[in-house]
């Protein structure tokens, strides 16, 4: 069971990235995924959320800017990141939630079961 986080690097303010979340060993599919990040010397926040249905969460903080999407056939679920800002440079995770776990708050960390090794963006001019 594994989750691939990939796609970070290097961007301008006002840029745009796409990460993805691949999952092997497991079907991604009937699981909830969310992304996290962790800027320089700052605890761990939660980015957005999708859950098997498709319903989103996002953080107020990339609202508008930030598409979490999946796509089953692929068993990887995306984060396309438009208009950056300098303040969106970290490392970014993502995770499931177990099947059938109890309702939590999509961005409780502790929840997440599964997590990738992170994958870097920096945003800078």
């Known amino acids: 069971v594994q989750l691939q986080a990939s796609g970070g690097g290097l961007v301008q303010p006002g840029g745009s990235l796409r990460l993805s979340c691949a999952a092997s060993?497991?079907?991604?599919?009937?699981?909830?995924v969310a992304w996290f990040r962790q800027a320089p010397g700052k605890g761990r926040e939660g980015v957005s959320f999708?859950?098997?249905?498709?319903?989103?969460h996002y953080a107020d903080s990339v609202k508008g800017r930030f598409t979490i999407s999946r796509d089953n056939a692929k068993n990887t679920v995306y984060l396309q990141m438009n208009s950056m800002k300098l303040e969106d440079t970290a490392v970014y995770y993502c995770?499931?939630?177990?099947?059938?776990?109890?309702?939590?708050?999509?961005?409780?960390?502790?929840?997440?079961?599964?997590w990738g090794q992170g994958t870097l963006v920096t945003v800078s001019s």
């Open positions: 060993g497991f079907s991604l599919n009937i699981y909830d």
């Open positions: 995770a499931t939630l177990p099947p059938l776990g109890a309702p939590v708050r999509w961005d409780y960390e502790a929840a997440y079961e599964y």
């Open positions: 999708i859950n098997s249905n498709r319903l989103k």
